[in-house]
């Protein structure tokens, strides 16, 4: 009986425990973007830099957000705006790019070109050591 009572109490204060405490679970939200999607541009903000150190500034450990790309775009382009010096890591199907702002770009981190089919982890990083709000902006429009 004692047996029972254990396998009660346990899961029981295992859960309470878990509810009460601070943490939080980072799951990156996903974005879907087909062909010709609305709104254009899709705009979506957050919080960039963390405190894991690459060679692509100062990123959080987990991803910013995540796009899932349904079918191949011909033309996608991303572009970080922020107060700090933000920086953009890609980690999808082509590899893991980090792009950084530019003269051409007007000192805001843009790539642009053809996107294949798949999922990507996007990292908004900071070069400096703090955290600035930033907007990502998703757009299929050539300027």
Excluded at 19 to 29: E, G, R, Y
Excluded at 81 to 108: H, M, N
Aim: glycine share 8%; charged share 15%.
């Amino acid at each position: 009986m004692k047996t029972l009572k254990l396998f009660t109490v346990v899961p029981a204060l295992l859960a309470m425990s878990l509810v009460f405490s601070n943490v939080t679970l980072a799951i990156a939200p996903l974005v879907v973007i087909k062909p010709n999607s609305q709104p254009e541009p899709l705009i979506v903000n957050g919080k960039s830099g963390g405190e894991n150190k690459s060679n692509c500034g100062n990123i959080a450990a987990a991803p910013n957000q995540v796009i899932q790309i349904t079918d191949p775009l011909p033309y996608l382009r991303l572009t970080v705006e922020s107060a700090g010096k933000p920086t953009l890591l890609i980690d999808g199907p082509g590899g893991r790019f980090c792009v950084l702002a530019d003269s051409y770009s007007g000192s805001k981190p843009e790539i642009s070109g053809y996107w294949q089919k798949g999922n990507y982890s996007i990292y908004v990083g900071e070069l400096s050591q703090r955290q600035y709000n930033y907007s990502l902006s998703f757009s299929q429009q050539k300027n």
